[in-house]
């Protein structure tokens, strides 16, 4: 992500050889070593789980670290700690740990996905200079994003399930 990478995780042994860790404007990103097709798995991300709490006791480092449910972390390793966010992503993350292409990728391209698909904690905003049209500026809570966004996200199935779970108690009638 983009603040307070572990220079240390960046061992080549560990990367699977589809993805490649280099240089881009932002420090260090996540690139496609070969074409990925729309809706191909890329990488699964993980790492040891966290504890909100946890979390909050990585300090910068928190930027690190993927919401997978209300109060739970993973704090990611290399090479999915370095994708960077995008406003306008070629990636999204699916069934809460697998980063999939949103479209077709080609071969030195980095890969990004919208981190505000993977947040709701009302704790961690981040300003955004991603550079695309539509950029929101600041990278916020999953509610945050404009209803058309949201809905197009949830349509991909790019929304971290306990986001989902949330939205559908709230519009649950009483
Ligand atoms: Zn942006």
Same mark, same amino acid.
């Given at each position: 992500?983009?603040?307070?990478?572990?220079?240390?995780?960046?061992?080549?042994?560990?990367?699977?050889?589809?993805?490649?860790?280099?240089?881009?404007?932002?420090? $260090?990103?996540?690139?496609?070593?070969?074409?990925?097709?729309?809706?191909?798995?890329?990488?699964?991300?993980?790492?040891?789980?966290?504890?909100?709490?946890?979390? $909050?006791?990585?300090?910068? $480092?928190?930027?690190?670290?993927?919401?997978?449910?209300?109060?739970?972390?993973?704090?990611?390793?290399?090479?999915?700690?370095?994708?960077?966010?995008?406003?306008?992503?070629?990636?999204?993350?699916?069934?809460?740990?697998?980063?999939?292409?949103?479209?077709?990728?080609?071969?030195?391209?980095?890969?990004?996905?919208?981190?505000?698909?993977?947040?709701?904690?009302?704790?961690?905003?981040?300003?955004?200079?991603?550079?695309?049209?539509?950029?929101?500026?600041?990278?916020?809570?999953?509610?945050?994003?404009?209803?058309?966004?949201?809905?197009?996200?949830?349509? $991909?199935?790019?929304?971290?399930?306990?986001?989902?779970?949330?939205?559908?108690?709230?519009?649950?009638?009483?």
């Amino acid at each position: 992500m983009l603040i307070g990478r572990h220079p240390s995780a960046m061992t080549a042994d560990r990367h699977p050889p589809q993805v490649s860790v280099r240089p881009c404007e932002f420090g $260090l990103g996540l690139f496609a070593v070969r074409p990925f097709a729309e809706g191909e798995e890329i990488l699964e991300f993980s790492g040891p789980e966290l504890s909100f709490e946890a979390m $909050l006791a990585k300090g910068e $480092l928190e930027a690190n670290t993927l919401q997978i449910d209300d109060s739970l972390y993973l704090d990611l390793g290399a090479p999915g700690v370095y994708a960077n966010h995008s406003c306008l992503p070629n990636a999204g993350v699916r069934n809460d740990r697998q980063l999939v292409a949103l479209r077709s990728i080609r071969a030195g391209e980095e890969i990004r996905y919208d981190y505000s698909t993977t947040m709701w904690e009302n704790h961690w905003t981040m300003p955004c200079r991603c550079g695309q049209v539509n950029c929101r500026r600041v990278v916020a809570d999953f509610p945050t994003l404009p209803s058309q966004l949201q809905r197009r996200y949830l349509h $991909l199935q790019v929304v971290q399930r306990f986001i989902v779970e949330r939205l559908r108690q709230q519009v649950r009638p009483r």
